[in-house]
């Protein structure tokens, strides 16, 4: 939501000219590893880090996350220009509601979510005043979690998706720069769209390993055994997804189920095609799909976006 008040204009506009205080809330794999890019960038002034676990906050103590921990969500985001929610979809309209009254006027208010038209419905209502809300999404991530879990190139060379719909914001100018010096590629989008497009290249893709890997633990004990004990490469990246976490995944599909249901719907129609071809042995119906599937693995390889 872009404010129009002089006074934070030109509070935005000396972002651009001199390196922010941030605050990052939640600190597991994005938040830990935001704290250590933007460290090791230098692209912060001072980076306050806040979560609402003691065992969490006490791990990255112990770990010596580049930040200064408090304990107080409220004195976390005195001081900061930039506040980054690096929390669950579903806490996240919480959190600002704890935080939205002690910002600073001008600060930018953004998040990690995976989903961003529930996040914006949440959280828009909660910012008045002189507060810039920009959604983000990094698409860069592990199956672990926790500051332990957290490295500085995570960013690298991933995009860094930004919501707004009006891509000429400062807000946005400033975000994007923070991001770009993180190691990111920065694209703008609306929200609607960013849902869909990850609804089939992300959740969808996460359900269906965490689907999978539930019917092999559900096998009888042999069974199950011995697909643990020879488990394919295909079988074992499904692992690796399954492993996510799993309170932000059910966030995830529970605020994306719209758009999710959409392209679930789609796959089990393309599945039922599959089982027919099978079930008829029509091979040449394989041929054609698996040889079309081999063009977009090929398209993304030519893009750059083959590696994690």
Same mark, same amino acid.
Request: charged share 20%.
């Given at each position: 939501?872009?404010k129009?008040?002089?006074s934070s204009?030109?509070?935005?506009s000396?972002m651009?000219?001199?390196l922010p205080?941030?605050?990052?809330?939640g600190?597991?794999?994005?938040?830990?590893s935001?704290?250590?890019?933007t460290?090791?960038?230098?692209?912060?002034?001072n980076i306050v880090?806040?979560?609402?676990?003691?065992?969490v906050?006490?791990?990255a103590?112990?770990i010596?996350?580049?930040?200064?921990l408090?304990?107080?969500?409220?004195r976390?985001?005195?001081d900061a220009d930039?506040?980054?929610?690096?929390v669950?979809?579903?806490?996240?309209a919480e959190? $600002?509601?704890? !935080?939205?009254s +002690? %910002?600073k006027s001008?600060?930018?208010?953004?998040d990690t /979510?995976?989903t961003?038209?529930?996040?914006m419905?949440?959280?828009?209502?909660l910012?008045t005043g002189?507060?810039f809300f920009?959604?983000?999404?990094?698409?860069?991530?592990?199956?672990?979690?926790?500051p332990s879990?957290?490295?500085?190139?995570?960013?690298?060379?991933?995009?860094?998706?930004?919501?707004?719909?009006?891509?000429?914001n400062?807000?946005?100018s400033?975000m994007?720069g923070?991001?770009?010096k993180l190691?990111a590629m920065v694209e703008?989008?609306?929200?609607?769209?960013?849902?869909k $497009?990850?609804? !089939?290249t992300s +959740? %969808?893709?996460h359900?269906?390993a965490?689907t999978i890997? /539930?019917?092999?633990s559900d096998l009888e004990?042999?069974?199950k055994?011995?697909?643990?004990?020879?488990s394919a490469?295909?079988f074992r990246?499904?692992?690796?997804?399954?492993?996510?976490?799993p309170t932000m995944?059910r966030d995830?599909?529970?605020?994306?189920d719209?758009?999710?249901l959409?392209?679930?719907?789609?796959?089990?129609h393309?599945l039922?095609y599959?089982?027919?071809?099978?079930?008829?042995?029509?091979?040449d119906k394989?041929?054609n799909l698996?040889e079309r599937?081999?063009e977009?693995?090929?398209?993304i390889v030519d893009i750059?976006?083959?590696?994690d």
């Amino acid at each position: 939501m872009l404010k129009t008040h002089n006074s934070s204009i030109e509070i935005i506009s000396e972002m651009n000219e001199k390196l922010p205080n941030i605050a990052i809330i939640g600190l597991g794999l994005i938040g830990s590893s935001i704290a250590l890019a933007t460290k090791q960038a230098g692209a912060a002034a001072n980076i306050v880090g806040f979560d609402n676990s003691a065992e969490v906050r006490a791990e990255a103590k112990q770990i010596g996350l580049p930040v200064t921990l408090v304990d107080d969500i409220k004195r976390a985001v005195a001081d900061a220009d930039i506040v980054f929610l690096a929390v669950p979809v579903g806490v996240m309209a919480e959190v $600002v509601r704890q !935080i939205i009254s +002690h %910002l600073k006027s001008g600060a930018i208010l953004t998040d990690t /979510g995976s989903t961003k038209r529930s996040v914006m419905d949440d959280i828009n209502p909660l910012v008045t005043g002189d507060i810039f809300f920009v959604p983000g999404h990094p698409l860069a991530g592990t199956e672990f979690s926790g500051p332990s879990a957290g490295f500085p190139s995570l960013f690298k060379n991933h995009y860094w998706l930004l919501i707004s719909e009006n891509k000429t914001n400062r807000a946005i100018s400033v975000m994007t720069g923070f991001c770009e010096k993180l190691g990111a590629m920065v694209e703008v989008m609306d929200a609607d769209y960013h849902d869909k $497009v990850l609804a !089939i290249t992300s +959740h %969808l893709p996460h359900l269906i390993a965490f689907t999978i890997v /539930g019917t092999a633990s559900d096998l009888e004990h042999d069974l199950k055994n011995d697909v643990i004990r020879f488990s394919a490469s295909g079988f074992r990246d499904f692992t690796r997804i399954a492993a996510s976490d799993p309170t932000m995944w059910r966030d995830v599909f529970l605020n994306n189920d719209e758009a999710v249901l959409e392209m679930l719907q789609r796959f089990n129609h393309d599945l039922a095609y599959v089982q027919n071809a099978i079930k008829n042995r029509q091979g040449d119906k394989l041929f054609n799909l698996f040889e079309r599937t081999g063009e977009i693995r090929r398209s993304i390889v030519d893009i750059g976006q083959a590696t994690d």
